[in-house]
């Protein structure tokens, strides 16, 4: 097993920066790649980054590129999300996830592990 758990989350202004780090502890060597989803209510579970961990490849959904950027630390089994010139439409509760699928998924199904949310507030 595989546990995630997510920091970072919290209020800020549109046009500001957060940034979200996401620890991985457990079995973390069956870790092929880590994404980033994102649930405003109301809404389905959408991907927002994605990070395989044997190259660094990164995959990003168009609604963030240009503004979001995730990283991770191999050696610290972390995985972190800077988010820059936030939107309201941002706004929604972050999860951490991780799969042992080879490429980057962008469904939520294909990911085995999950962290338990941190919420993202951009206000107007």
């Known amino acids: 097993q595989v546990q995630l758990v997510e920091s970072g989350g919290g209020l800020v202004q549109a046009g500001g920066s957060l940034r979200l780090s996401c620890a991985a502890s457990?079995?973390?060597?069956?870790?092929?790649?880590m994404g980033w989803f994102r649930q405003a209510p109301g809404k389905e579970r959408e991907f927002v980054a994605g990070?395989?961990?044997?190259?660094?490849?990164?995959y990003y959904a168009d609604s963030v590129q240009g503004r979001f950027a995730i990283s991770r630390d191999n050696v610290e089994n972390t995985a972190s999300l800077q988010m820059n010139t936030l939107r309201p439409e941002d706004t929604a509760v972050y999860f951490c996830?991780?799969?042992?699928?080879?490429?980057?998924?962008?469904?939520?199904?294909?990911?085995?592990?999950w962290g338990q949310g941190t919420q993202v507030t951009v206000s107007s």
């Open positions: 996830a991780a799969t042992r699928a080879i490429n980057i998924p962008r469904s939520s199904s294909l990911y085995n592990y």
């Open positions: 457990g079995r973390t060597f069956s870790i092929s790649a």
């Open positions: 990070i395989r961990y044997r190259d660094g490849s990164t």
